[in-house]
Structure formats: structure tokens, C-alpha cells
């Protein structure tokens, strides 16, 4: 009743499709811009290759540990029919033998143990080393948005901004994180993994890309009603692209040029716009919500919850609390030509 | 036998005599000694003749006004008149009262000019001319401003005023409301308004005037309120604005031009009041002016400090936040501005510079020097020569822990970066608290004793930094404060202090901040008011209590000397409490929120039983 | 061993159908307290606005007004924004926190314009001639009734269960859901015949 060769033949055949059913999953979830195995930046990189490195060594141990317990069962299975004999344990040859593959295996086992050891600390000294000159990003977390300021020694070239982190590329960046009133945390999962922000505290981390482009950070600790709804994209330059994009980002807010504009703007000041919103160059400070300096160049609104389009601006700004019930944006109930202007305007705020 | 008799005691009595003359020669000097108590050999000023240089012509001969509420340019509240003295000031009495109409603290000065006193009043700012050559000082006009009901909704620290001026015949006070107004002193017409600040944007007008030169120099209130802070010279006889000085924003702006020569270094750079702070935030940081302005003649300049950066919050502005908490000496007729120094860059506690600073020669290490003595909020006693700003000497005249002292190789205060506040975390005693060691009431000194007289206040505070919001005309702070007595319990002196030794010759410990001003008088006799109402007089030698009076509500206000028209020397203080201290009764605040009035409610709990609201004038001779 | 089942399905039974009909009631109690009305529109005033007087005084034999309903006396939530606008708007800058200041107290009994809700949403839409911001442009009709019930609640003429907790500040009076509640002075209602 042994289990015939075309059986196994069958058996392995299926099971290498399954293996390679999943391997194609795996390897299709392998792109993206929130993508934890899509590696951007060095750091991230050489954490993928311990992973991947601690994986198929183990992925192929356990496959072979399941095997031979596998042949195990059966082989044992094929000879009680027979060998019905009381077990003996007499040191002899054979069970020299075993013992001996026995140890080999426990010390094969405790070798690569401490290779992932010694791998897996390396990995940890590089990626904890503190670059020396680095650029500071401070995010601040709020409910449900994110404060940006980039910071310089010399305050005059302060740069507040809101909702979308710029950094340049193949230079670490030191990101201080905390929070205004509940705890937070950042995790962009193409550059690094999770760091709290919290009420009180700073902490900080070192982001370090080197490949432009756009990736997707959210919020990772559950921080109220719209959790899930504060995202962070995360733009980056290359570094000449960085330079000239945060000399332009210092520059305060043009003076609308066109007549729509002009009233936007005005409305922006005289209605409820300006007590929670500041937009530089403008008399308008406010900081219980999100800096509107450059809102019409950000690639999402509401932290990344919509995309930027004038329809979606225009929903935001009348009704947000049935995009992001919570919300502390309260609605506005605008005339059709004042939300025109006032759109308008917000688009001028590159 | 006797011969030799004769010579031993010849010889007995000539050491006699001279013993018994040695002896004589000392007592008789020793009975000048009599008033001054050999505590310390103190070093002390002794200024020389026209010390406080100008005005006055002989030593100490006084005309027996008080036209200004410092009384000179130099701003010393010193009174050259000796009718009242430190031996029969125990026989003072009240011979006429005045009741103000009103039920707010009462920071002004009265006012003497000619035979009328005039008086300001807490809002709504009613001016009050009185005759004095009549019993009971009757009243030859009044005038009122009307200011608008609705900046008493922007006055930080209760709705006062701290005097009106008198000058070529005019009368010339600020309103609450931001006005500056002219009268005919003679009969209360109006000559001139012009409107200087706007409540919209949380402006104020609370300091009294000074007149210099033709230019009435006037300052704006509002660091609480995210204002831009000016210095304004109007032109005396019509009230147009001759020149503007703000004190954030470019040099241009500021009235820094090729002129200005600040001694240190850290205030050389171009365009600072941009540059120390980040993009826009210099437009809402404060930096107003509603102390005191003093001048001094022979170099033509006016002398005075800026207020706290705004806002409180000092993690909005990174930055040393120029031109705020700086001393600043200008030009009265164009406002240029020659030299400048922060006392307190990038100001962590509401350290606003607005004392005074009063303006005398003494001599320093060997030479006679042209100094301003100021008794700063932030707790230092600062010696700064007045021609140059270079820092002589910064010594603590309270108890500092939020800093260390003063460099005086580069004039940097030293901060205690323990003690700085951040946004989310509550630092617990901080001294001296937010009105500092001593806030706008101002000192005096003399040139008899060389000493000035120093009321102040002994308070720390536990501060929590919040996330400000600016919204124009609403409060732009960003810090919950709670203050309570400083080390010792006592929440109030009247400290005299040697500013040539730098050291206290003698305090006297209230229970009660002293919140009012001080006086003192060739009678060597010190004048101050107590938050309970009691009006002292003390010797200005030796501290020793010679009078007191009870009077009906706190004294917050400036006590003066003049001489009447009958040729006796009259004192006259007003009683009304209130201002950042006496907002508890003021206002009829609720002592259970400590951090009601920025604070100072919680170190206040006790006041409305000691002091209800008024306000009265009183005038006592002997 | 039956018999004992027995006796606990029918205890489990009777204890289980009490204490899912406790779990209801209390579930009901909560329900406005914790309700989330994010995007709603409440009328300026009560239906009757042209009821609102400030002034205790009528002329005559007076008329008994028509009682106010502030649509969020009862929850929580809102009173609590309430207060997070209570803050970020300013507020505090001149009253502190119930205290006063610049602003009178609010936290005592004392009323100038009077306690009831409608009157104190005009207190703050309206402002007020002495010092008083006037806030109808600048914010929400919703966000005033939300300040209207954290006002009453700092001199706790809320019901317990709405109002605010401790918060994660520098602890300047006792919070809002420990204070008792204060009989308000200058009620707009007249005083009743003996």
C-alpha cells in the first residue's frame, strides 16, 4: 500500500505550483510606494537583505526540517508492518553515526544562528550611527494632520508647512518628531519603520534615501476617529531638485495676479480662514490647522485622504466632516462665486 | 615735695584734658552719624551739583511742580522741597480728598502745574483739572474722551493709565483707546487728537506721555496680543505724527540708520528685526513700549525699553527676537535711534524692558560716568552708561534662578536652560515670575543719599508652554502661568540700593507686592503705598517707618510733592488698586482658577479681603 | 449533574436577561452623552429666537420666556470641543480658565448677560460693549452652541456626565466634572411670588 511513484510525482508537481502561486504574490507585492520590500534608501535596503538573507535560509531549513520529518512519519510507517522488534539502544556504529549527524546539525544550527547574530547586529550599528552635518525636519503630529518645519540654524530661514514631507536624496535627513495632543507615530515604509511621536517628548530619526520619487508614509499608532486617515506623502528630490524646491518653498506668497484670486483672498482673510490657518507673507497666523503657504502644490489634501483637484478642495473646504467626520475643520457654508474665488486663490499658493 | 606734687599732676592732667577733648571732638561728629545706621560702610554716590543736570538750576531748589510723572527729564522722583522731613513727617495729615469717579486700579501720578493739579484716570480716562488755591480743590473742568467702550476687551493687565503730562500750557494723556489728546490746560478745550493705535489689532495706549523737544513721545500696549510695537513723536503743537519707530522689522523701519552704534556686537547686524526671528513672525512680536521715557538734554537723548517678544511661548520664534526687551536710545526729534541693548534676547518669561531708567553722573571705579540706572524685570540692577550701552554692572536685586547673570564681556544674559519654557511640559519655580523682580512701578532716587528706592515684588511661578494661536485683537500668550510668593513668604519690598556698591542698604518686607511707586525728598523721606492701602513714609537713610496712612483701596499709584500756592509743601498720592496685581478685586476674578490674570491670581487669593475697589485722591501736609 | 444544569439555565437565564435589560438601559443613558453629531446645522437660536432678552427688567408684569434647549448640554463630545475651541480661539487668553482676566470669570455665579443658552450665544456671536469679541463670522453656528455648553459647564450648570475630566495640562483648578453645581445670579427669569 506504499504510495505509488506517479503519487509522488503528482504530490511534488502540485506542491512546486504552490510554491511558485506564492512566490508570485510575494514578488507582485514587491512594488509600490508603501511598500516595506521596496527599499529606497540605504538603511532600508540593507534591513531588505537581512530579511530576505534570514528568510530562504530559514524558508530552506524548514523546508527541510518539515521534509525529513515528513520521510520521518512515512518511513516509520513502512517498517512497524514488518519490524515489530523491541527498540535496543546499543552503541554501535549506527547510532554513532546518528549521534554524530545529531551534533552536526545542532552545531550547523547554532553557526548560522550566530551568523544572523553578527548579521543582523551589524545591520543594526549602521543603521544606528548618527550622521554628522544633516538636514533637520521637525513633524509635529496633530489630529489628523502633520506640521512640517524645516529647520536652519538661521531662524529667519524657517520653513512651515504642512501635510508633505520634502527630502533630498542620498543624504540621511534627522526627522524630531512629537505631537500636540495625542500620541502619533511615523512609519514611511519604503525609507524606515515606525517611530512614536509623543505629547512632550522629541524623539528623532534619520531618514536616508537615495531614490527620488514618491512614497507613502501613514500614521501608525491609532491616535483617534480619523486614524486611518493621516497619511504623509513623501517626496524625494533629487538634491539639486531639493535646493531649488525649498529656496522656492522660502519665499513667501505671491500676491494673486488675477481678479478671482484677489477676492479669494480676501474672503480667505475676512472669514473664518485665517483664525486657524497662516499663509507667509499674508496677515494670516494662524496654527490650529494645517499652513497653507503652499496648499496649491501639495499632491493631496486632508492628509493625503483626497487628491488635490479643485472639486475635492471645494467639497473640503464646504463640507469636511463628510470626508473626515471629526475633523476639527468645520463646515463653511460658502456662496458658489465666494468658493470659486477662494479656490482660486488657493491654487495661486503654490 | 609739693613742687614735684604739682608736676605729677600737671603731667595727669594735661593727658586728661586732651582725652577729654579727643573725646568731645568724636561725639560731635559722631551726632551726624546719629541718623545713618552703621549696618555697612556703603561707597555712596555722591553726585555733586546738578547731578540731575537741566532743569533745575541750584542744588536741590525745586520750583515745587511736578509737571511729568517722573518729575525731571532724568526721571528721578526726587523733590528738592525739605518742609517735610524724616523728623516731622509723623505729623502729616490729610487735608483734602478727591473721589475719581471710577473703580479701576490707579497707576498715574498726580500732576502739578502753576496752582492746578490735573489728574488721569484709569478708562474710561477722564481728566480732571483741580484749583488748589481753594479749600478742597474744587474742580475747574473736567474732560471726557469717551474712549470706545471695547478696548477694555485688549488692556492685558486691567484698564489703567500711568499720567498725563503737562507741557507749554497743554495737558497731554493717551486714552485706552489709542488716542493721544491735547488740552488747553488752562480751560480743558481740546486742541488736538490723533488717533496712534488700534484695538483691532490689539493695540492700546496705557503709558503716560512724555513731552521733549516739541515732540510728545508716546508707545504702544499690546504684547500680549501678537501687536507690532512702535514708538510714535508727535509734534506738540498740532499732534501729527513726525516720525514712527517700530521695534521689529528692518532697519529702515526700526529708525536705525549710519548714526547707530550699539556697543555689543550681537546687536550690529543689518536688518536684525527680521533676521532673529522666523519668516513673518516679527510682524505679530510685540516689542511695545508703555514704560517710561526719560531724556537727558546735554546729549539729546531719550532713553526707554521694549516690551516682551510675543508670544510668550518662546519655542514659536527661535531666534533672539530683536528689537523686543531692549533698551533703545534715540533722537526726540527724529527718532533715531543711536545706540540699542537687549537685556533679554529671546525672552522665555514675559521680561518686558519697559522700566525706567533713571539718568544720574556717578562716579564708577575712579571716574565720574553719565549712567542710567535701571532695575530691571528680569532681576538685575543694571548700571549702563548712557552715552555708549556698555554694561557696568548687572547685579540681582531679588532672588534669579531662570538665569545665571549677566556676561559683561558681551552684555548676553546667561540663561538656565532648566528653567526655559516648551511647549507640553510645565517648569516649575521660575523666579522671579512673569512681572519680574519689579515690573512698570517706578524707583526713585536721591542725590542726598545717593540711593534708590526701589519698590518691588518677591514672586515665582510654575509656567506651562501651549501651542499659540494668533487671531488679531485676541490674546496671543501661549503659556498657562501660576504664581505664587518667592522664597521668604513675603510677596512685596521697599528695597534702598547702593547702584555705586550694588548692593541693598536696607528693605523692608511686605507682605503684599509694592506696586506702587516711590518718592523721595531733600527731607530725606521715602514715600510708598501698599496693595492694602497703607501710604508709608520712611527714613530714605535708614528704612525706619515714620508714617503711615490707611487710605480706602490699594495704592498702586505714584506718589508726588509739590508745593501749593499758599507756599506749604503738600504730598498727594492716589488710592485705587488694580493694574496685573490688584486684577483679582479689579476685576472680581475667581481666586479658584490659578492661572486667572496670567497668573497672578494665585499669589493674590487674599487681596479682596485686604483692599476693595475706588479711587481717591489724597493730599496730606503737615 | 441534570438537575444542577437545570438550576443554572435558569439562573443564567433570569441573571442573564436582567443584566442584558441593565446593560440596555445603561447603553440608552450613554447614547446622547457619547453621540457624534459631526455635520450638523442647529439653529441659531431656539425656534422662538425673538424670545432672547438679556435685561432681567421688564416693563409690567413680566412675560416667563419660553425655555432655551442649548442642543449640546448632553454631550459630552461637543462639550469638549467646546472646550478644544475654547482654547484654540482665544478664549482663554482673556478668561483663562473660568478665572477671568482681561474677560470677566466665568466659572462663578455671576452672569452680566445672563446663563441661559440662548443668552450666552449671543454673548459670543453678538459680543458684548465691553470688551466682548463679536464672533458670528468666524465661526460656526454649530461651534458656538459647542462653546455655549463648555461655558455653562465651567460653573457646572451642565448635567455631571457631559462635562469635562482632567486634562493633560498644568492642573490650574479642579476639572469641570468635579465641581458643584452654582445657582447662576442674574437668571433672566424673574424671581418667583412668595
Known sequence: MARGPRCVEHARRASRRVASGILAVAVAGCAGSQNVLDPAGPPNRSVNHLFWAMLIVSSIIWVAVVVAALWALISRRRRTREDLEPVVIVPNERHRREVGIVTGLVGATVVILLLFLVYDFTVGRALAERPSRTLTIELIGHQWWWEVH????????????????????????????????????????NIIGKRDLIPGYTSSLFLDADKPGVYHAQCAEFCGLEHAKMALPVIVHSRADFTAWLAEARSPAAEPSDSSAAE???????????????????????????NLTHIGSRRTIAAGTLPNTRGNLGGWIVDPQSIKPGARMPSNQLAGKDLRNLIDYLETLK | MLARGRT???????????????????????KGDREREPTRLALVARPGPATTGGDTTARFSDDGQWVRPGKDFQGTRFSGLTEINNQNVQNLR??????????????????????????????????????????????????KPRPVNASQGVACCDVVNRGLVVDNGKVIFNTLDGRTIALDAATGKELWITQVGNINIGESVTMAPLVVKGRVI?????????????????????????????????DKDVLIGPNFKPFYKSDTAKDLGVNSWPPDQWKIGGAGVWGWVTYDPELDLIYYGTSNPGPWNPEVRPGDNKWSATLFARRPETGEAIWAYQLSPHDQHDYDAVNEDILVDMPWKGQRRKVLLRPDRNGYFYVIDRQTGEVLSAEPFGFINTTTGVDLKTGRLQYNPEKATRTGETVLYSCPAAPGAKDWQPSAY?????????????????????????????????????????????????????????????????????????????????????????????????????????????????PM???????????????????????IVAGGLDARDSSAALGFVNAMKDLPKKSTKGGMLYVFAL | MCSRSDQWSVLGGRWSAVSVMTAVALLLLGCERENRRFSEN?????????????????????????????????????????????????CSGCHFQGGGGIGPPLMDAEWIYGSEPDQVFSSIADGRPNGMPAWKYKLSTQQIWELVSYVRSLSSLIPKGARNGRDDHMMTKPPESSTPQTKPKMASTPPEDD
Not at chain 2, 605729677?8 to 559722631?30: D, E, F
Open chain 1, 150 to 189: 524645516y529647520i536652519d540654524p538661521d531662524p529667519s530661514k524657517l520653513m512651515v508647512d504642512a501635510n508633505e514631507l520634502h527630502i533630498p536624496a542620498g543624504e540621511p535627513v534627522q526627522v524630531k518628531l512629537s505631537s500636540q495632543d495625542v500620541i502619533h507615530s511615523f512609519w514611511v515604509p
Open chain 1, 264 to 290: 479669494g483672498k480676501k474672503i480667505f482673510l475676512a472669514g473664518t480662514c485665517s483664525s486657524c490657518h497662516a499663509v507667509t507673507g499674508v496677515e494670516a497666523y494662524g496654527t490650529i490647522g494645517p
Open chain 2, 8 to 30: 605729677r599732676c600737671a603731667h595727669h592732667c594735661w593727658r586728661g584734658i586732651v582725652a577729654i577733648a579727643v573725646a568731645t571732638t568724636l561725639l560731635a561728629s559722631c
Open chain 2, 94 to 143: 490729610a487735608v483734602a480728598t478727591f473721589s475719581l469717579g471710577t473703580t479701576r486700579g490707579v497707576e498715574a501720578a498726580p500732576i502739578v502745574s502753576g496752582t492746578t493739579m490735573y489728574i488721569v484716570t484709569p478708562f474710561p480716562n477722564f481728566v480732571y483739572a483741580l484749583d488748589l488755591t481753594q479749600p478742597g480743590l474744587p474742580t475747574k473742568w473736567t474732560y
Open chain 2, 218 to 250: 508716546v508707545g504702544v500696549s499690546g504684547g500680549e496680543f501678537g501687536i507690532r510695537g512702535w514708538l510714535k513723536g508727535l509734534d506738540e503743537n498740532s499732534g501729527n505724527v513726525a516720525w514712527t519707530a517700530y521695534h521689529t522689522g528692518p
Open chain 2, 446 to 558: 536721591s542725590p542726598r543719599t545717593g540711593l534708590v528706592y526701589i519698590p518691588h515684588q518677591n514672586l515665582c511661578m510654575d509656567e506651562e508652554g501651549v501651542e499659540p494661536n494668533y487671531i488679531a485683537g485676541t490674546p496671543y500668550v501661549g503659556t498657562n502661568v501660576k504664581m505664587y510668593a518667592g522664597p521668604g513668604g513675603h510677596r512685596g519690598l521697599f528695597d534702598a540700593w547702593d547702584p555705586v556698591g550694588q548692593h541693598v542698604v536696607w528693605s523692608i518686607k511686605e507682605d503684599l507686592p509694592v506696586w506702587s511707586g516711590a518718592l523721595v525728598t531733600a527731607g530725606d523721606v521715602a514715600f510708598y503705598g501698599t496693595m492694602d492701602g497703607w501710604f508709608k513714609a520712611v527714613d530714605a537713610r535708614t528704612g525706619k517707618p515714620l508714617w503711615q496712612f490707611k487710605t480706602g483701596s490699594g495704592i498702586i499709584s505714584q
Open chain 2, 561 to 583: 510733592t509739590y508745593r501749593g500756592p499758599d507756599g506749604k509743601q503738600y504730598i498727594a498720592v492716589l488710592s485705587g488698586v488694580g493694574g496685573w496685581s490688584g486684577a
Open chain 3, 42 to 90: 442647529p439653529p441659531t437660536a431656539s425656534p422662538t429666537a425673538s424670545a432672547l432678552v438679556v435685561s432681567q427688567l421688564q416693563p409690567g408684569p413680566a412675560v416667563v420666556r419660553p425655555q432655551v434647549e442649548a442642543p449640546y448640554d448632553d454631550n459630552a463630545w461637543a462639550v469638549s470641543e467646546g472646550k478644544m475651541l475654547f482654547n484654540a480661539m482665544n
